[in-house]
């Protein structure tokens, strides 16, 4: 009996109207548009503005015109994963209110914490439940509103991120496509580099916390940028190795978007040209879960059935992992 492999059959992202540019942003803190292109690649980012609207409400968006691109109820829908690392609350679970602004009564769902590398954890777990057999419609959807945890004074940050969703749908395939193989990695070194000082539990917030900016992003970018060159490029080049599969057979490189530099390295590394890379940062900035989904929607007309994906990611925890996908469908 042949395998049930996990395959991506309809995606869909949603990125806010509001385009904040590098030029709006030299009239906030001590920074210009050439510095800003030069180091990182990013001319724009995507912000999302209204009040009460938050991380569940891009994410809705993404996971409606999935289940109509597909011609699916959102009824149909067995089990949705978010991927955040902004959460609409602490609790409950943000995929939980996904699941009730779409209309999917009849899936469960959780989130996934894993930064930056949250959507392909997701997708590995949503891959899982449908190579068991157990379920037949798995949707992920990695969703941020970076906006709400940026620092509007810190110049070292508030450059880098967006805010964003995309989704995919995960259905059985018999026939070898979708995620044929994953190598995930986790360590906690990167805790000190990357992450919210005040707003958890060790540290719940105050006045105090509030006023010292402590529940903003703190990134300390030449170690996290040093540790993501080398756990991005080494994962992708890993994945190829143990799957045999050489540069020509790989038809894309899907990364994570936290720097163009960062890219080019790990597209290097494999030996891949240039015209290889879907890229998304220029526009949208680092928008975290979003940045691969985002990318597989934004480039999915170059898509072809049979093509080979190697997903990449790397983000806060130190988190970092690659994907090696088959894509399903000509689109
Ligand atoms: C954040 C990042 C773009 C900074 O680029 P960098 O080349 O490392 O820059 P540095 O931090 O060394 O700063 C270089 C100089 O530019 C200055 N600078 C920092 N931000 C600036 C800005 N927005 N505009 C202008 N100058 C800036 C610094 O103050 C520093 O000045 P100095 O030399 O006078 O001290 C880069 O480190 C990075 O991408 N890090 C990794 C991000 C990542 O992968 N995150 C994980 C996933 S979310």
Same mark, same amino acid.
């Given at each position: 009996?042949?395998?049930?492999?996990?395959?991506?059959?309809?995606?869909?992202?949603?990125?806010?109207?509001?385009?904040?540019?590098?030029?709006?942003?030299?009239?906030?803190?001590?920074?210009?548009?050439?510095?800003?292109?030069?180091?990182?690649?990013?001319?724009?980012?995507?912000?999302?503005? !209204?009040?009460?609207?938050?991380?569940? %409400?891009?994410?809705?968006?993404?996971?409606?015109?999935?289940?109509?691109?597909?011609?699916?109820? =959102?009824?149909?829908?067995?089990?949705?994963?978010?991927?955040?690392?902004? =959460?609409?609350?602490?609790?409950?679970?943000?995929?939980?209110?996904?699941?009730?602004?779409?209309? *999917?009564?009849? *899936?469960?769902?959780?989130?996934?914490?894993?930064?930056?590398?949250?959507?392909?954890?997701?997708?590995?777990?949503?891959?899982?439940?449908?190579?068991?057999?157990?379920?037949?419609?798995?949707?992920?959807?990695?969703?941020?509103?970076?906006?709400?945890?940026?620092?509007?004074? %810190?110049?070292?940050?508030?450059?880098?991120?967006?805010?964003?969703? !995309?989704?995919?749908?995960?259905?059985?395939?018999?026939?070898?496509?979708?995620?044929?193989?994953?190598?995930?990695?986790?360590? !906690?070194? !990167?805790?000190?580099?990357?992450?919210?000082?005040?707003?958890?539990?060790?540290?719940?917030?105050?006045?105090?916390?509030? %006023?010292?900016?402590?529940?903003?992003?703190?990134?300390?970018?030449?170690?996290?940028?040093?540790?993501?060159?080398?756990?991005?490029?080494?994962?992708?080049?890993?994945?190829?190795?143990?799957?045999?599969?050489?540069?020509?057979?790989?038809?894309?490189?899907?990364?994570?978007?936290?720097?163009?530099?960062?890219?080019?390295?790990?597209?290097?590394?494999?030996?891949?040209?240039? %015209?290889?890379?879907?890229?998304?940062?220029?526009?949208?900035?680092?928008?975290?879960?979003?940045?691969? =989904?985002?990318?597989?929607?934004?480039?999915?007309?170059?898509?072809?059935?049979?093509?080979?994906?190697?997903?990449?990611?790397?983000?806060?925890?130190?988190?970092?992992?690659?994907?090696?996908?088959?894509?399903?469908?000509?689109?």
């Amino acid at each position: 009996m042949s395998k049930i492999t996990a395959a991506i059959t309809a995606v869909q992202g949603y990125v806010p109207e509001y385009v904040l540019t590098n030029k709006e942003l030299e009239k906030m803190v001590d920074t210009n548009d050439e510095w800003i292109v030069t180091r990182t690649g990013i001319k724009e980012r995507r912000i999302l503005k !209204g009040e009460g609207l938050g991380t569940s %409400d891009m994410a809705t968006m993404a996971v409606n015109g999935l289940c109509e691109k597909r011609g699916i109820s =959102p009824m149909e829908i067995d089990l949705l994963i978010c991927a955040t690392t902004t =959460p609409d609350h602490v609790f409950p679970a943000t995929a939980n209110i996904i699941c009730d602004k779409a209309g *999917a009564k009849n *899936a469960f769902g959780y989130d996934i914490q894993a930064a930056c590398s949250g959507f392909l954890f997701s997708l590995v777990t949503g891959s899982k439940f449908i190579e068991s057999g157990q379920y037949k419609k798995v949707v992920v959807v990695g969703a941020d509103k970076m906006s709400s945890i940026v620092d509007y004074t %810190d110049r070292a940050t508030c450059i880098l991120f967006g805010d964003g969703s !995309g989704a995919v749908l995960l259905e059985p395939n018999m026939e070898g496509f979708g995620v044929l193989d994953s190598i995930l990695k986790s360590d !906690g070194i !990167g805790k000190q580099y990357l992450h919210q000082k005040a707003g958890g539990s060790v540290k719940p917030p105050t006045h105090q916390t509030i %006023d010292a900016r402590e529940h903003y992003v703190f990134q300390d970018g030449q170690p996290v940028f040093k540790f993501a060159v080398k756990g991005m490029a080494d994962v992708s080049a890993d994945i190829m190795e143990k799957n045999n599969l050489k540069a020509d057979d790989v038809a894309w490189l899907v990364p994570h978007q936290a720097n163009k530099r960062i890219i080019d390295a790990t597209a290097n590394r494999m030996g891949l040209s240039a %015209d290889k890379v879907m890229l998304n940062i220029e526009r949208d900035g680092n928008t975290t879960n979003g940045t691969i =989904p985002l990318c597989l929607w934004e480039w999915e007309k170059k898509l072809h059935k049979g093509d080979n994906l190697i997903l990449a990611a790397f983000g806060g925890g130190f988190t970092w992992g690659s994907i090696w996908l088959k894509w399903a469908y000509n689109s």
